[in-house]
């Protein structure tokens, strides 16, 4: 079955303590990218990936650093989490091409930060 | 950089028919998305629009006038089931192609 899958789905945890959510798609797709959902803001785009190894800034970026070291995975680490990190954070992929083309969403992981 | 605008929130009759718009300003216009969301769950894609005009999907459609920086989604005879939030996404030329979303409208279906 084609997924993107995320680990943990649910996740508490305290300010300063590193955590990582782990993010793998079985589609061989191109793009990945991590977005955080909070009330009244919508998806904003924290960090993508157009290939392996090759990663980019989105509107959020700081506070969270990503990794592509393989096409699959694509993890997203908190180095020093804070309380304002708290919030819904979806993994997405899609093929790339001349046109772009449907993401596919993981089921998101719910991160609370105390 | 992207404005992606559509309205916060609707309320729509079980078997009507509702139309939530999306207006767009970006350089480079490169498709738009339609994604459904249920609450607590992912995005689902809908439709893609890159050319003028209506794409029919059962009973979704979507429509795109590029000039004006404008697309809606039609829903026709609404179901409760189709409670949900609609997010608008534009992807522009410049940079990766992934699209950036809007802030998404609350649908709601009652009886």
């Known amino acids: 079955e084609a997924q993107v899958t995320q680990n943990p789905r649910y996740l508490i945890t305290v300010t300063g303590k590193k955590l990582t959510v782990t993010c793998s798609q079985n589609m061989n797709h191109e793009y990945m990218s991590w977005y955080r959902q909070d009330p009244g803001l919508g998806l904003r785009q924290i960090y993508y990936s157009m290939n392996v190894e090759v990663t980019d800034k989105g509107d959020v970026p700081e506070g969270y650093k990503v990794s592509r070291k393989e096409k699959r995975n694509f993890p997203l680490i908190l180095e020093s989490p804070s309380p304002n990190q708290t919030s819904l954070y979806f993994c997405?992929?899609?093929?790339?091409?001349?046109?772009?083309?449907?993401?596919?969403f993981g089921p998101g992981t719910r991160l609370t930060v105390t | 950089g992207q404005n992606i605008d559509q309205p916060t929130e609707m309320t729509a009759t079980e078997g009507a028919i509702v139309q939530i718009n999306c207006t767009y300003q970006?350089?480079?216009?490169?498709?738009l998305f339609w994604y459904q969301q249920h609450a607590g769950e992912a995005p689902t894609f809908l439709s893609y629009?890159?050319?003028?005009g209506l794409e029919e999907k059962g009973r979704f459609s979507s429509f795109l006038s590029r000039s004006k920086g404008y697309s809606y989604l039609l829903l026709k005879e609404l179901q409760m089931k189709d409670s949900a939030s609609y997010l608008c996404a534009v992807s522009s030329t410049g940079g990766s192609y992934i699209p950036t979303f809007g802030r998404g409208t609350s649908l709601i279906v009652h009886p």
């Open positions: 997405a992929s899609s093929l790339r091409g001349p046109i772009p083309y449907e993401q596919y």
């Open positions: 629009n890159v050319l003028d």
């Open positions: 970006t350089s480079g216009f490169n498709g």
